[in-house]
């Protein structure tokens, strides 16, 4: 089942990459064949944000008593890093992408410095995760961080937004979201942004199932010195 | 007149990098965990 | 009504343990000042430069002493677990938040006033639009006191805590650094009409923090 789920996605992304590198036209507008990283820029952006929106989710259902579950920590935590991996990419995307358009390699607008700063959010969000307490503590703490981080978003958008409507009036960057789009371009976003969503879901199930290991090692190693100690405490007791 | 090529590649190679390396990481780690518990087991 | 009494209560003990060890005046406020002297050395000591970056260099300086205020008022409880103590007050964990973030909003207060007038003087800034200035610099305290707080509990307790905590926090402020920079950019430009719409976010950024953390600081205190 899970090798099938794996084929799938390895084929969906190569007659993505045939598309994007080849059928798709270049664009004398969009810096030629640097348009070509589009059909990774978006669909990694979309994923950044879907992992995310999982990770939130995965939290709040942890965070209530009716549906509280180790499950959903981990799925949270899972979720998170395979997210915070796409955020990378997106930003170093994005990059590689505004060279070639507007000149430079980073651009000030909203999408992309919100982007920046939501990549940090959750780099300390894994960090928070890592610091190593019991499953408890550290599946109240990470849905709490979670969710702040989440909803610190939108306001991080606005504020950002609002700063440069302020400093830079219709400045390059707007053409970002004026690409017109034709018929093969289209076919190959959608393809991009479903072949991308399957490989988000294969590498959480991965992430998902190792962090499952872990978590059995580490009650494993718990209950072991658990035993070791009630066995040492007899032999001490023993002799009396 | 540039195409840009050379960024296309960068991106594209980067981004396989990235996604073949973490997937390698995640079944690498998966793996030897699992070879610890059944070691574990047989003891 | 008891809520905000033991609110008080609970920053009166921060505050005072602060007047007695000094480490607020004595350590954090020096810092701060150290801050805005290595931004003149940053910036060639060029008067119009720093002048134009002043309220960003001031915010910067600020946003750096939240961490360590932050690290402090837990600092404190972890002395002798004063946590537990803390914990089994039987005070309702919303009041103790409130307590605590009212004590580092006070602080940072201080701090604000005492690291401005440093700013002025070596900014050469021309103070103008004093009442945006202060309402931008109390919501903004505000809302920076609160999410220090919340995220300070968060990595209560935990190693690591002092390098987590910056990495935490300074992200999720980043909407106070913009909205507070610019509505004191804003206010010293003699434009404080430009100002109130930040005025506003940062409102509503400290109203979003404290109810926050009201919320989440009583499951966070406890142990699970």
């Known amino acids: 089942m899970k090798r099938l789920f794996l084929a799938v996605t390895v084929v969906a992304l190569a007659v993505t990459a045939v598309f994007a590198l080849w059928i798709t036209p270049p664009r004398a507008d969009q810096g030629f064949d640097a348009v070509r990283l589009l059909y990774l820029h978006a669909p990694t952006a979309w994923i950044a944000y879907l992992a995310f929106g999982v990770t939130a989710l995965a939290s709040l259902l942890w965070l209530l008593p009716r549906t509280r579950g180790t499950t959903w920590d981990l799925l949270a935590g899972a979720s998170a890093e395979v997210g915070v991996v796409f955020t990378g990419l997106t930003l170093v995307l994005g990059s590689l992408w505004g060279r070639p358009t507007w000149g430079t390699w980073w651009e000030w607008d909203a999408r992309l410095t919100t982007t920046a700063i939501l990549f940090f959010l959750y780099l300390g969000y894994l960090a928070l995760r890592r610091t190593g307490t019991t499953a408890d503590e550290r599946g109240k703490r990470s849905a709490i961080a979670a969710l702040i981080a989440f909803a610190d978003v939108p306001v991080s958008y606005l504020s950002v937004t609002w700063w440069q409507t302020l400093h830079q009036q219709g400045t390059v960057f707007n053409e970002r979201l004026s690409v017109k789009i034709d018929g093969s371009m289209a076919f190959t976003l959608v393809a991009a942004v479903v072949s991308f969503t399957l490989l988000y879901g294969y590498l959480v199930l991965e992430r998902f199932e190792l962090a499952q290991l872990e978590e059995g090692r580490e009650a494993r190693e718990l209950e072991r010195a658990i035993a070791d100690r009630v066995q040492a405490e007899h032999v001490e007791v023993a002799p009396v | ?43 | 009504m008891s809520f905000l009494r033991d609110a008080l209560l609970v920053a009166g003990k921060d505050l005072r343990i602060e007047r007695r060890s000094r480490v607020a005046l004595q350590q954090i406020v020096p810092f701060g000042g150290v801050v805005v002297l290595l931004f003149a050395f940053a910036l060639d000591s060029d008067r119009t430069l720093l002048h134009q970056a002043a309220p960003g260099l001031f915010w910067a300086a600020v946003l750096l002493a939240v961490v360590l205020a932050v690290g402090r008022s837990f600092a404190i409880e972890e002395a002798n677990r004063a946590r537990d103590g803390l914990r089994l007050s039987g005070l309702d964990g919303g009041s103790i938040f409130l307590g605590k973030a009212a004590a580092v909003a006070v602080e940072l207060f201080l701090l604000e006033v005492i690291v401005g007038a440093a700013v002025v003087v070596l900014y050469d800034v021309s103070v103008r639009g004093v009442v945006v200035l202060l309402c931008a610099a109390v919501a903004a305290t505000v809302g920076l006191a609160a999410t220090g707080t919340v995220y300070g509990v968060l990595a209560g307790g935990l190693r690591a805590r002092e390098t987590l905590v910056p990495l935490l926090v300074l992200p999720a402020v980043t909407p106070v650094m913009l909205g507070a920079t610019r509505s004191f950019q804003a206010a010293l430009d003699g434009v404080p009409g430009d100002a109130w719409p930040w005025v506003q976010l940062l409102a509503a950024f400290a109203v979003l923090a404290v109810a926050a953390g009201t919320v989440a600081f009583g499951p966070l205190l406890e142990e699970a």
């Open chain 2, 1 to 43: 007149m540039s195409h840009n090529w050379g960024f296309v590649a960068a991106g594209y190679s980067i981004t396989t990098a990235a996604l073949v390396g973490y997937f390698g990481w995640v079944r690498l780690r998966t793996r030897h965990l699992r070879r610890t518990l059944r070691d574990e087991n047989r003891d």
